[in-house]
């Protein structure tokens, strides 16, 4: 009885493929031009030359992360229309495109990669695949993930698939896929970081033509708000001091009876008579009291000692040379006449002060003075 063949690859427990890299990953180091980029990566920067260099150089010492390819027979069998586009290469790259990148920058000939063909048993998982993030590579920004979801609405035929294959709604879908709706230079600010998402979201509802006038309304509020901020922060470092307590309200002012009158050289006419001031001229009183000085009189004012000697009779009238009050005129007069403050004497003696020729208010100044002294020593 003949035996029945007995695989080794049995025998040995290990899996048998017709695909290498269709049951378990296999690692591989291909040349570059055996692997080619496939057109659903959502990425659009992948860094400047400068970052892509100093990158392929650290690949150069030692790559950690390999990248994940599928062979083109898997590929073509997801996507037959690419045929033309991968050409004659061997592998379709899902994950490691700036590692193909940055390899080709610095002549780097060789790329290490990992075979999965089960990441090309269905579309969704090849999409999906290439969005994932490996060790090596930046995140993608908001722009480029929605990018993604775009590709993948449209390559599972709708945004119900692409919700169902990652567990979320169909708003969540509709929220990443919303920001392709700004305009190409909004979603470049959106991809730097200079507009927040949020508010991208809400400026992608608008018509394009209204989008960057929009932004700059939010800007200009944002500076509005910064400013303030400052201002609220430096009076909160610095507050002002506490005001000061009211002032005591001020003494009630003295009954106008009990104000001495004010002694003038003229008279005016009282103002509850305006409509005789209106109808006669004012006219110039003299004081009776005081004999003044007439305009025309160019003349000083006599001494006392001239004026005695003319006028005898007048230097026993009063001890201080002031005449005794005059008695009332009996004249009619259309403006009452007012007595000199003999009963007052501070005010008697300001007013004759201020019709002191200034020698004379001199020379009463050194009698005062030394009028003064004198009482000083006898009070010692």
């Known amino acids: 009885m003949a035996g029945r063949r007995t695989s080794l690859a049995t025998l040995a427990g290990a899996k048998v493929d017709d695909v290498p890299g269709k049951s378990d990953p296999v690692l591989l180091t291909l040349p570059l031009d055996k692997l080619h980029c496939t057109r659903f990566n959502p990425r659009r920067n992948f860094g400047t030359d400068e970052e892509l260099r100093e990158f392929g150089e650290k690949l150069k010492k030692e790559q950690l992360q390999p990248a994940v390819v599928v062979s083109r027979a898997a590929y073509l069998k997801l996507w037959p229309d690419e045929a033309e586009r991968v050409g004659s290469a061997s592998y379709v790259i899902a994950n490691g495109e700036r590692r193909y990148r940055a390899s080709r920058l610095v002549g780097r000939p060789v790329l290490e990669v990992v075979h999965r063909e089960d990441v090309a048993k269905t579309r969704a998982a090849f999409l999906d695949a290439v969005q994932s993030e490996n060790n090596d590579r930046q995140n993608l920004d908001p722009i480029e993930r929605a990018i993604a979801i775009e590709t993948m609405v449209t390559e599972l035929g709708g945004a119900d698939q692409v919700a169902a294959y990652y567990g979320k709604t169909k708003g969540w879908v509709s929220q990443q896929r919303k920001l392709l709706k700004l305009t190409p230079e909004l979603q470049d600010l959106v991809s730097t970081g200079e507009m927040p998402v949020r508010v991208a979201r809400d400026i992608a509802g608008l018509p394009p033509d209204t989008q960057h006038h929009a932004w700059q309304e939010h800007l200009e509020r944002r500076r ?157």
Not at 263 to 290: G, I, L
Not at 319 to 343: A, H, N, Q, W
């Open 224 to 380: 509005l708000e910064k400013e303030a901020g400052a201002r609220l922060r430096a009076r909160a470092a610095n507050p002002p001091a506490p005001p000061a307590p009211p002032a005591p309200p001020a003494p009630a002012p003295a009954q106008a009876a009990a104000e001495p009158p004010r002694f003038t050289a003229v008279n005016h006419q009282p103002t509850d008579d305006a409509d005789k001031q209106n109808e006669e001229p004012t006219r110039e009183v003299r004081f009776t009291a005081v004999n003044r000085k007439t305009e025309t009189d160019a003349q000083p004012a006599a001494p006392r000692q001239a004026y005695t000697a003319v006028y005898p009779s007048e230097a026993t009238e009063r001890p201080d040379g002031i005449p005794e009050p005059r008695e009332e005129s009996t004249e009619s007069t259309d403006l009452p006449r007012k007595r000199f403050p003999y009963e007052d004497g501070p005010l008697a003696a300001h007013h004759l002060i201020r019709k002191m020729p200034p020698e004379e208010f001199n020379r009463m100044l050194d009698v005062l003075i030394e009028h003064r002294t004198k009482q000083a020593a006898n009070a010692h």
